[in-house]
Protein backbone atom coordinates (compact mmCIF):
# COMPACT_ATOMS: atom_id res chain seq x y z
CA UNK A 1 0.00 0.00 0.00
CA UNK A 2 1.28 3.55 -1.09
CA UNK A 3 0.39 6.34 0.81
CA UNK A 4 1.14 10.19 0.48
CA UNK A 5 0.38 13.47 2.17
CA UNK A 6 0.39 17.08 0.50
CA UNK A 7 3.63 18.25 0.94
CA UNK A 8 5.76 15.56 -1.07
CA UNK A 9 3.92 16.67 -3.92
CA UNK A 10 5.17 20.33 -3.54
CA UNK A 11 8.84 19.35 -4.27
CA UNK A 12 10.65 21.08 -7.11
CA UNK A 13 10.37 18.47 -9.59
CA UNK A 14 7.82 15.65 -7.95
CA UNK A 15 6.65 15.88 -11.52
CA UNK A 16 9.33 13.59 -12.62
CA UNK A 17 8.81 10.70 -9.63
CA UNK A 18 4.69 10.85 -10.09
CA UNK A 19 4.26 11.18 -13.74
CA UNK A 20 7.07 8.29 -14.38
CA UNK A 21 9.25 6.98 -11.84
CA UNK A 22 5.77 6.18 -9.37
CA UNK A 23 3.03 5.09 -11.92
CA UNK A 24 5.60 1.93 -13.30
CA UNK A 25 6.20 0.91 -9.78
CA UNK A 26 2.61 1.14 -8.96
CA UNK A 27 1.66 -0.81 -12.04
CA UNK A 28 4.08 -3.63 -10.86
CA UNK A 29 2.99 -4.21 -7.62
CA UNK A 30 -0.35 -3.85 -9.09
CA UNK A 31 -1.36 -1.11 -6.38
CA UNK A 32 -2.81 2.60 -6.50
CA UNK A 33 -1.43 5.69 -4.42
CA UNK A 34 -3.76 6.60 -1.70
CA UNK A 35 -3.81 10.67 -0.89
CA UNK A 36 -6.35 11.45 2.47
CA UNK A 37 -8.92 13.93 1.21
CA UNK A 38 -7.53 16.51 3.79
CA UNK A 39 -4.23 16.36 1.81
CA UNK A 40 -5.67 16.79 -1.96
CA UNK A 41 -7.98 19.43 0.09
CA UNK A 42 -4.69 21.42 1.45
CA UNK A 43 -2.99 21.34 -2.24
CA UNK A 44 -5.97 23.23 -3.57
CA UNK A 45 -6.23 25.14 -1.14
CA UNK A 46 -2.78 26.20 -1.79
CA UNK A 47 -3.34 27.48 -5.25
CA UNK A 48 -4.96 30.32 -3.43
CA UNK A 49 -1.77 31.05 -1.53
CA UNK A 50 -0.76 34.66 -1.30
CA UNK A 51 2.75 33.24 -1.85
CA UNK A 52 3.35 32.73 -5.70
CA UNK A 53 6.08 30.02 -5.34
CA UNK A 54 3.63 27.63 -3.19
CA UNK A 55 0.87 28.55 -5.90
CA UNK A 56 2.79 27.58 -8.56
CA UNK A 57 3.93 24.61 -6.47
CA UNK A 58 0.11 23.56 -5.99
CA UNK A 59 -1.11 24.12 -9.40
CA UNK A 60 1.66 22.18 -11.03
CA UNK A 61 0.49 19.24 -7.87
CA UNK A 62 -2.97 19.40 -8.97
CA UNK A 63 -2.09 19.08 -12.32
CA UNK A 64 -0.05 15.56 -12.01
CA UNK A 65 -2.66 14.20 -9.22
CA UNK A 66 -5.66 14.94 -11.81
CA UNK A 67 -3.27 13.00 -14.24
CA UNK A 68 -3.17 10.14 -11.72
CA UNK A 69 -6.46 10.14 -10.60
CA UNK A 70 -7.58 10.04 -14.78
CA UNK A 71 -5.86 7.22 -15.00
CA UNK A 72 -6.20 6.09 -11.67
CA UNK A 73 -2.68 5.43 -10.30
CA UNK A 74 -3.89 7.53 -7.37
CA UNK A 75 -6.92 7.51 -5.23
CA UNK A 76 -8.07 9.92 -2.91
CA UNK A 77 -9.61 8.35 0.30
CA UNK A 78 -11.94 9.65 3.09
CA UNK A 79 -13.86 12.78 3.60
CA UNK A 80 -13.98 16.42 4.88
CA UNK A 81 -14.78 15.03 8.49
CA UNK A 82 -11.68 12.67 8.76
CA UNK A 83 -8.82 13.33 10.91
CA UNK A 84 -5.74 14.86 10.01
CA UNK A 85 -3.46 12.85 7.82
CA UNK A 86 -1.12 12.22 10.57
CA UNK A 87 -3.79 10.93 13.00
CA UNK A 88 -5.22 9.02 9.70
CA UNK A 89 -1.75 7.53 9.17
CA UNK A 90 -1.48 6.12 12.48
CA UNK A 91 -4.62 4.75 12.69
CA UNK A 92 -4.43 3.02 9.21
CA UNK A 93 -1.34 1.17 9.17
CA UNK A 94 -1.38 -0.67 12.48
CA UNK A 95 -4.09 -1.96 10.77
CA UNK A 96 -3.15 -2.87 7.45
CA UNK A 97 0.81 -4.05 8.68
CA UNK A 98 -0.23 -7.15 9.13
CA UNK A 99 -1.58 -8.50 5.92
CA UNK A 100 0.70 -5.61 3.36
CA UNK A 101 3.39 -3.90 3.19
CA UNK A 102 3.72 -0.09 3.55
CA UNK A 103 4.99 2.93 1.71
CA UNK A 104 4.74 6.75 3.09
CA UNK A 105 5.96 9.61 0.88
CA UNK A 106 6.20 12.55 3.12
CA UNK A 107 8.59 15.49 3.47
CA UNK A 108 7.26 16.09 6.94
CA UNK A 109 10.28 15.10 9.33
CA UNK A 110 8.25 15.01 12.49
CA UNK A 111 5.41 12.79 10.61
CA UNK A 112 8.71 10.33 9.34
CA UNK A 113 9.63 10.49 13.14
CA UNK A 114 6.47 9.46 14.45
CA UNK A 115 6.45 6.11 12.83
CA UNK A 116 10.04 5.14 14.26
CA UNK A 117 8.94 2.80 16.55
CA UNK A 118 6.81 0.93 14.29
CA UNK A 119 9.38 0.73 11.64
CA UNK A 120 11.80 -0.95 14.06
CA UNK A 121 9.05 -3.48 15.30
CA UNK A 122 8.33 -4.25 11.71
CA UNK A 123 11.30 -4.11 10.03
CA UNK A 124 11.09 -4.17 6.09
CA UNK A 125 7.03 -3.90 6.22
CA UNK A 126 7.00 -0.46 6.52
CA UNK A 127 9.46 2.02 4.19
CA UNK A 128 9.25 5.85 4.40
CA UNK A 129 10.52 8.18 1.70
CA UNK A 130 10.95 11.95 0.92
CA UNK A 131 11.95 13.33 -2.36
CA UNK A 132 14.96 15.06 -3.02
CA UNK A 133 15.19 17.91 -5.25
CA UNK A 134 13.96 16.63 -8.93
CA UNK A 135 12.02 14.10 -7.64
CA UNK A 136 14.68 11.65 -6.12
CA UNK A 137 12.76 9.44 -3.34
CA UNK A 138 15.88 8.71 -0.44
CA UNK A 139 14.67 6.61 2.34
CA UNK A 140 13.67 8.65 5.69
CA UNK A 141 16.31 7.75 7.96
CA UNK A 142 18.86 9.59 5.85
CA UNK A 143 16.44 12.58 6.24
CA UNK A 144 18.19 15.79 7.86
CA UNK A 145 17.91 15.83 10.78
CA UNK A 146 16.32 19.38 12.24
CA UNK A 147 17.04 19.31 16.93
CA UNK A 148 12.96 19.81 18.71
CA UNK A 149 13.10 23.50 19.30
CA UNK A 150 13.73 24.83 22.33
CA UNK A 151 11.38 27.38 23.99
CA UNK A 152 9.72 28.17 26.53
CA UNK A 153 5.95 28.30 26.81
CA UNK A 154 4.35 30.62 28.37
CA UNK A 155 2.55 29.03 31.67
CA UNK A 156 -1.07 29.82 30.50
CA UNK A 157 -0.60 27.72 27.74
CA UNK A 158 1.58 25.04 29.25
CA UNK A 159 -1.23 22.89 30.12
CA UNK A 160 -3.89 23.81 26.77
CA UNK A 161 -0.69 22.13 24.82
CA UNK A 162 0.34 19.38 27.24
CA UNK A 163 3.83 20.96 27.63
CA UNK A 164 4.85 20.48 23.71
CA UNK A 165 5.19 23.55 21.42
CA UNK A 166 2.82 22.43 19.29
CA UNK A 167 -0.52 23.46 17.68
CA UNK A 168 -2.91 21.49 14.94
CA UNK A 169 -4.80 23.21 12.37
CA UNK A 170 -7.43 22.01 10.05
CA UNK A 171 -5.43 22.59 7.04
CA UNK A 172 -1.95 22.44 8.54
CA UNK A 173 -1.85 19.11 10.32
CA UNK A 174 0.45 19.95 13.12
CA UNK A 175 2.82 23.03 13.39
CA UNK A 176 5.45 23.02 15.81
CA UNK A 177 6.14 26.23 17.82
CA UNK A 178 9.92 27.83 16.91
CA UNK A 179 9.98 31.33 18.27
CA UNK A 180 8.05 33.82 20.16
CA UNK A 181 7.62 36.54 18.14
CA UNK A 182 5.59 38.80 20.43
CA UNK A 183 2.46 39.51 22.90
CA UNK A 184 -0.05 41.20 24.21
CA UNK A 185 -3.40 42.06 26.16
CA UNK A 186 -4.96 39.49 23.10
CA UNK A 187 -2.82 36.83 23.26
CA UNK A 188 0.73 35.13 22.14
CA UNK A 189 2.61 35.50 18.53
CA UNK A 190 4.57 32.56 17.54
CA UNK A 191 7.13 31.84 14.25
CA UNK A 192 6.38 27.97 13.20
CA UNK A 193 8.64 25.87 12.13
CA UNK A 194 6.75 25.55 8.56
CA UNK A 195 7.50 29.51 8.38
CA UNK A 196 3.98 30.01 8.86
CA UNK A 197 2.82 31.87 12.21
CA UNK A 198 0.28 31.89 14.99
CA UNK A 199 -1.42 33.97 17.33
CA UNK A 200 -2.62 32.10 20.24
CA UNK A 201 -5.45 33.66 22.56
CA UNK A 202 -5.49 34.04 25.90
CA UNK A 203 -7.77 31.78 27.66
CA UNK A 204 -10.39 34.64 28.89
CA UNK A 205 -9.74 36.33 25.11
CA UNK A 206 -10.99 33.26 23.22
CA UNK A 207 -14.75 32.65 22.84
CA UNK A 208 -17.29 31.02 20.21
CA UNK A 209 -17.61 34.93 18.81
CA UNK A 210 -14.19 34.91 17.95
CA UNK A 211 -13.62 31.65 16.28
CA UNK A 212 -17.01 31.97 13.95
CA UNK A 213 -15.86 35.60 13.10
CA UNK A 214 -12.58 33.62 11.82
CA UNK A 215 -14.22 31.19 10.24
CA UNK A 216 -15.88 33.93 8.32
CA UNK A 217 -12.62 35.20 7.31
CA UNK A 218 -11.35 32.28 6.33
CA UNK A 219 -14.13 32.20 3.75
CA UNK A 220 -13.13 35.85 2.56
CA UNK A 221 -9.64 34.70 0.79
CA UNK A 222 -7.78 38.13 0.89
CA UNK A 223 -4.83 36.67 -0.43
CA UNK A 224 -3.31 40.38 -1.55
CA UNK A 225 0.52 40.32 -0.66
CA UNK A 226 1.08 41.98 2.80
CA UNK A 227 -2.28 41.32 3.82
CA UNK A 228 -1.53 38.94 6.85
CA UNK A 229 -5.11 37.61 6.38
CA UNK A 230 -6.09 34.47 8.77
CA UNK A 231 -5.30 30.83 7.07
CA UNK A 232 -6.37 28.42 9.54
CA UNK A 233 -7.84 27.54 12.43
CA UNK A 234 -5.32 26.75 15.00
CA UNK A 235 -6.37 24.47 17.98
CA UNK A 236 -5.21 22.78 20.63
CA UNK A 237 -3.93 18.72 21.10
CA UNK A 238 -7.86 18.25 22.30
CA UNK A 239 -9.20 19.85 19.63
CA UNK A 240 -10.37 23.02 20.92
CA UNK A 241 -10.53 27.17 19.21
CA UNK A 242 -7.30 28.57 20.28
CA UNK A 243 -5.98 30.86 17.79
CA UNK A 244 -5.48 31.41 14.11
CA UNK A 245 -2.87 31.17 11.21
CA UNK A 246 -1.41 34.07 9.28
CA UNK A 247 1.61 34.49 6.48
CA UNK A 248 4.61 35.70 8.34
CA UNK A 249 5.13 39.61 8.51
CA UNK A 250 8.22 41.54 8.03
CA UNK A 251 9.60 44.11 9.07
CA UNK A 252 9.10 46.49 12.47
CA UNK A 253 6.21 48.78 13.06
CA UNK A 254 5.80 52.08 11.50
CA UNK A 255 5.24 54.05 15.14
CA UNK A 256 8.84 52.40 16.18
CA UNK A 257 11.16 53.45 12.84
CA UNK A 258 9.32 56.15 11.09
CA UNK A 259 7.66 58.39 13.39
CA UNK A 260 10.62 60.68 14.89
CA UNK A 261 13.77 61.86 12.64
CA UNK A 262 16.58 59.76 14.37
CA UNK A 263 14.14 56.82 14.18
CA UNK A 264 13.69 57.21 10.54
CA UNK A 265 17.35 58.23 9.13
CA UNK A 266 18.48 55.31 11.64
CA UNK A 267 16.02 52.36 9.83
CA UNK A 268 15.97 53.75 6.60
CA UNK A 269 19.08 55.78 5.73
CA UNK A 270 19.00 57.28 2.11
CA UNK A 271 15.42 57.85 1.72
CA UNK A 272 14.20 60.85 0.29
CA UNK A 273 10.49 62.15 0.17
CA UNK A 274 10.03 59.61 -3.10
CA UNK A 275 10.16 56.76 -0.53
CA UNK A 276 7.53 58.14 1.51
CA UNK A 277 5.06 58.33 -0.92
CA UNK A 278 5.85 54.87 -1.84
CA UNK A 279 5.37 54.01 1.54
CA UNK A 280 1.96 55.79 1.52
CA UNK A 281 0.80 54.68 -2.00
CA UNK A 282 1.22 50.97 -0.71
CA UNK A 283 -0.48 51.52 2.58
CA UNK A 284 -3.50 52.58 0.47
CA UNK A 285 -3.65 50.07 -2.18
CA UNK A 286 -4.34 47.60 0.89
CA UNK A 287 -7.16 49.13 2.46
CA UNK A 288 -8.24 50.22 -1.35
CA UNK A 289 -8.43 46.63 -1.66
CA UNK A 290 -10.04 45.48 1.70
CA UNK A 291 -12.75 48.38 1.02
CA UNK A 292 -13.24 46.97 -2.25
CA UNK A 293 -14.83 44.03 -0.42
CA UNK A 294 -16.23 45.54 2.11
CA UNK A 295 -13.59 45.40 4.96
CA UNK A 296 -13.21 48.14 6.91
CA UNK A 297 -10.08 48.09 8.95
CA UNK A 298 -11.39 50.15 11.95
CA UNK A 299 -8.06 50.45 13.89
CA UNK A 300 -6.02 51.62 11.06
CA UNK A 301 -2.79 52.75 13.48
CA UNK A 302 0.69 52.42 12.62
CA UNK A 303 1.55 49.67 15.31
CA UNK A 304 -0.25 47.57 12.78
CA UNK A 305 1.59 47.74 10.02
CA UNK A 306 5.10 46.75 9.40
CA UNK A 307 7.40 48.21 7.31
CA UNK A 308 11.17 46.40 5.61
CA UNK A 309 14.42 48.78 5.50
CA UNK A 310 13.36 48.30 1.03
CA UNK A 311 9.95 49.43 1.85
CA UNK A 312 7.56 46.43 1.80
CA UNK A 313 4.47 46.73 3.52
CA UNK A 314 2.47 44.10 6.09
CA UNK A 315 -0.86 45.02 7.30
CA UNK A 316 -1.20 42.66 10.71
CA UNK A 317 -3.39 42.13 13.43
CA UNK A 318 -6.07 41.66 10.70
CA UNK A 319 -8.53 39.49 13.36
CA UNK A 320 -9.82 42.91 14.46
CA UNK A 321 -11.34 44.53 11.34
CA UNK A 322 -14.76 45.00 10.65
CA UNK A 323 -16.61 42.04 8.93
CA UNK A 324 -20.24 41.71 8.01
CA UNK A 325 -21.77 42.07 11.90
CA UNK A 326 -18.48 41.78 13.34
CA UNK A 327 -18.03 45.15 14.71
CA UNK A 328 -13.69 46.28 15.11
CA UNK A 329 -13.55 46.33 19.04
CA UNK A 330 -10.65 48.32 19.23
CA UNK A 331 -9.13 51.81 18.15
CA UNK A 332 -6.67 54.47 18.54
CA UNK A 333 -7.53 58.00 19.78
CA UNK A 334 -5.24 59.84 16.99
CA UNK A 335 -7.38 57.58 14.42
CA UNK A 336 -10.52 58.20 15.65
CA UNK A 337 -12.67 60.39 14.10
CA UNK A 338 -14.04 63.45 16.36
CA UNK A 339 -17.79 61.93 15.95
CA UNK A 340 -16.82 58.42 17.85
CA UNK A 341 -14.57 59.92 20.14
CA UNK A 342 -15.37 58.02 24.11
CA UNK A 343 -17.70 55.68 22.38
CA UNK A 344 -17.18 51.86 23.05
CA UNK A 345 -15.33 50.69 20.00
CA UNK A 346 -17.51 47.34 20.44
CA UNK A 347 -20.63 48.44 20.20
CA UNK A 348 -21.45 49.71 16.93
CA UNK A 349 -20.16 49.13 13.29
CA UNK A 350 -17.76 51.58 11.61
CA UNK A 351 -18.41 53.17 8.16
CA UNK A 352 -16.09 53.78 5.45
CA UNK A 353 -16.26 57.54 6.36
CA UNK A 354 -14.45 56.43 9.68
CA UNK A 355 -11.59 54.62 8.10
CA UNK A 356 -11.01 57.88 5.37
CA UNK A 357 -10.10 59.92 8.89
CA UNK A 358 -7.77 56.95 9.90
CA UNK A 359 -6.37 56.76 6.91
CA UNK A 360 -5.74 60.69 6.21
CA UNK A 361 -4.22 60.70 9.26
CA UNK A 362 -1.43 58.16 8.98
CA UNK A 363 -0.76 59.85 5.51
CA UNK A 364 -0.22 63.12 7.41
CA UNK A 365 1.90 61.75 10.23
CA UNK A 366 4.00 60.25 7.34
CA UNK A 367 5.10 63.18 5.36
CA UNK A 368 5.26 65.01 9.00
CA UNK A 369 6.75 62.19 10.54
CA UNK A 370 5.32 60.90 13.58
CA UNK A 371 3.12 64.49 14.09
CA UNK A 372 -0.75 64.21 14.44
CA UNK A 373 -2.27 66.52 12.87
CA UNK A 374 -4.04 68.49 15.66
CA UNK A 375 -1.22 69.04 17.50
CA UNK A 376 -0.76 72.57 18.25
CA UNK A 377 0.51 75.07 20.51
CA UNK A 378 -1.49 76.08 23.45
CA UNK A 379 -3.42 72.82 22.69
CA UNK A 380 -5.79 70.30 25.07
CA UNK A 381 -5.60 66.51 25.27
CA UNK A 382 -5.43 64.38 22.07
CA UNK A 383 -8.97 63.63 22.19
CA UNK A 384 -10.12 67.87 22.70
CA UNK A 385 -7.99 68.66 19.76
CA UNK A 386 -9.37 66.06 17.54
CA UNK A 387 -13.34 67.30 18.98
CA UNK A 388 -12.03 71.02 18.27
CA UNK A 389 -10.86 70.08 14.60
CA UNK A 390 -8.69 73.01 14.99
CA UNK A 391 -6.39 72.20 12.59
CA UNK A 392 -3.14 74.35 12.71
CA UNK A 393 -1.57 74.64 9.21
CA UNK A 394 -2.93 76.46 5.96
CA UNK A 395 -2.50 76.21 2.67
CA UNK A 396 -0.02 78.05 -0.01
CA UNK A 397 2.14 80.77 1.68
CA UNK A 398 -0.32 81.62 4.32
CA UNK A 399 1.44 80.67 7.75
CA UNK A 400 -0.34 78.69 10.26
CA UNK A 401 -1.45 79.43 13.87
CA UNK A 402 -0.29 77.58 16.40
CA UNK A 403 1.96 75.31 14.52
CA UNK A 404 4.06 72.92 16.82
CA UNK A 405 7.42 74.37 17.61
CA UNK A 406 10.16 73.22 15.17
CA UNK A 407 10.61 71.51 12.41
CA UNK A 408 6.80 71.27 11.31
CA UNK A 409 6.11 74.54 9.38
CA UNK A 410 8.93 73.61 7.18
CA UNK A 411 7.78 69.77 6.51
CA UNK A 412 3.93 71.35 6.01
CA UNK A 413 5.55 73.64 3.67
CA UNK A 414 7.62 70.91 1.72
CA UNK A 415 4.50 69.55 0.36
CA UNK A 416 3.13 70.27 -2.54
CA UNK A 417 0.15 73.03 -2.21
CA UNK A 418 -2.74 70.57 -3.88
CA UNK A 419 -1.53 67.57 -1.02
CA UNK A 420 -1.49 70.93 1.51
CA UNK A 421 -5.24 71.27 0.20
CA UNK A 422 -6.18 68.06 0.71
CA UNK A 423 -5.25 67.81 4.07
CA UNK A 424 -6.65 71.16 5.08
CA UNK A 425 -10.28 69.96 3.56
CA UNK A 426 -10.18 66.95 5.94
CA UNK A 427 -9.12 68.17 8.98
CA UNK A 428 -10.31 71.82 8.85
CA UNK A 429 -13.39 71.48 6.63
CA UNK A 430 -14.18 67.28 7.51
CA UNK A 431 -14.15 66.94 3.69
CA UNK A 432 -12.55 62.79 3.64
CA UNK A 433 -10.94 61.58 0.85
CA UNK A 434 -11.60 58.08 0.10
CA UNK A 435 -8.48 55.52 -1.13
CA UNK A 436 -9.01 56.03 -4.45
CA UNK A 437 -8.78 59.62 -4.10
CA UNK A 438 -5.59 59.71 -2.04
CA UNK A 439 -4.42 56.94 -4.73
CA UNK A 440 -4.53 59.99 -7.37
CA UNK A 441 -2.85 62.95 -5.49
CA UNK A 442 -0.36 60.28 -4.54
CA UNK A 443 0.69 59.78 -7.62
CA UNK A 444 0.59 63.62 -8.17
CA UNK A 445 3.05 63.95 -6.05
CA UNK A 446 4.92 61.43 -7.08
CA UNK A 447 5.14 63.07 -10.90
CA UNK A 448 6.19 65.93 -9.10
CA UNK A 449 9.33 64.47 -7.27
CA UNK A 450 10.31 62.87 -10.85
CA UNK A 451 10.21 66.15 -12.67
CA UNK A 452 12.29 67.78 -9.35
CA UNK A 453 9.53 70.48 -9.20
CA UNK A 454 8.64 69.58 -5.35
CA UNK A 455 11.43 69.22 -2.19
CA UNK A 456 12.98 66.11 -2.14
CA UNK A 457 14.44 65.80 1.22
CA UNK A 458 12.37 64.83 3.89
CA UNK A 459 13.51 67.23 6.33
CA UNK A 460 14.09 70.59 4.35
CA UNK A 461 17.10 72.81 6.35
CA UNK A 462 15.12 75.90 5.53
CA UNK A 463 11.08 76.75 5.64
CA UNK A 464 10.08 77.38 1.74
CA UNK A 465 7.21 76.77 -0.19
CA UNK A 466 6.75 74.31 -3.62
CA UNK A 467 3.11 74.77 -5.30
CA UNK A 468 5.25 74.11 -9.34
CA UNK A 469 2.64 72.22 -10.62
CA UNK A 470 3.03 69.50 -13.10
CA UNK A 471 2.24 70.24 -16.79
CA UNK A 472 -1.00 70.26 -18.09
CA UNK A 473 -0.95 66.93 -19.44
CA UNK A 474 0.38 65.19 -16.18
CA UNK A 475 -2.74 66.07 -14.38
CA UNK A 476 -4.92 63.26 -13.55
Given at each position: MFFADATVFLVGGADNFFLSRLPRKLKEEGTSLILPYRCAREINNLQESVYPGKQEAARRAAA???????????????????????????????????????VLLTQNRELAGSFEQLVREKLGRIRIFYLREGGTPIPWHSFPQTPEPQIELPGELCSL?????????????????????????????????QGQVVKLYRKQKSSEEKEKKLRLMLKEKINYPGICWPQDIIKTPDGDFLGYLMPRGRGRPMQVTLFTK??????????????????????????EHLHRREIIIGDINPLNILVTPSGEVFFVDTDSYQLQGYPCPVGTINFTPPELQGKNYKTFLRSFEHDYFALATLLFMIFLPGKPPYSRQGGGTPVENINQQNFPYRPGNIPGAKVPAGQWQALWEALPQRMQEKFYAVFRENKRLSPQEWLQELNYYRKLLMQKGAEEKIFPAVSRSYYQPLRRSDHG
Open positions: FIQKGLKEEYIRVMGSPEDPGPERLFHKLFPRHIQRRKILKNRPEVFGEKWERLSLEKELGRGGEGFIFLTRPALESNFPGWRRKHLVDLALEIVKRV
